[in-house]
């Protein structure tokens, strides 16, 4: 079962970079048309996502022990949703062996550190601004 999950959340990166980049190239972040910001589907596709985001992020504030890890990771999964989650998990995956038990990964508590979701936090913070240029600094 760990190679299963880690095979998935793997695909799961995969799928969201090519997604991600794909939709990059075809259009700014910031550039969706008003149109689509007033659609009830696409509100209500964003509740699900963010609440799915929560949903994670109140089992990774139990799994981890410091408070500063926490806050990080939460920051981390809503600027990168499932980007955050899924190498959350891998994390989670490699730090067992392939013949481990799934309690090792879902039950287990301890502190991942500080870089990993530091790293996370930057770099979204980094994206969403340059995401953000086009109303940051408008064209004269």
């Known amino acids: 079962m760990i190679l299963f999950l880690r095979a998935l959340f793997i695909f799961v990166l995969a799928a969201m970079t090519w997604g991600t980049l794909r939709a990059s190239f075809a259009q700014a972040l910031f ?79 301890r502190d991942s550190g500080l870089a990993w979701p530091s790293a996370f936090v930057a770099l979204g913070v980094a994206v969403y601004l340059l995401g953000a240029k086009n109303l940051l600094f408008p064209a004269s």
């Open 31 to 109: 550039d969706i048309p008003p149109e689509v910001y007033r659609n009830p589907w696409f509100q209500v596709t964003l509740l699900d996502a963010y609440f799915a985001f929560l949903t994670f992020f109140v089992w990774v504030a139990w799994k981890e022990t410091r408070s500063v890890t926490r806050v990080l990771w939460g920051v981390a999964i809503v600027l990168w949703g499932n980007f955050a989650m899924a190498a959350y998990l891998l994390r989670e995956l490699f730090r067992v062996p392939t013949q481990g038990s799934l309690a090792e990964v879902f039950a287990s508590r």
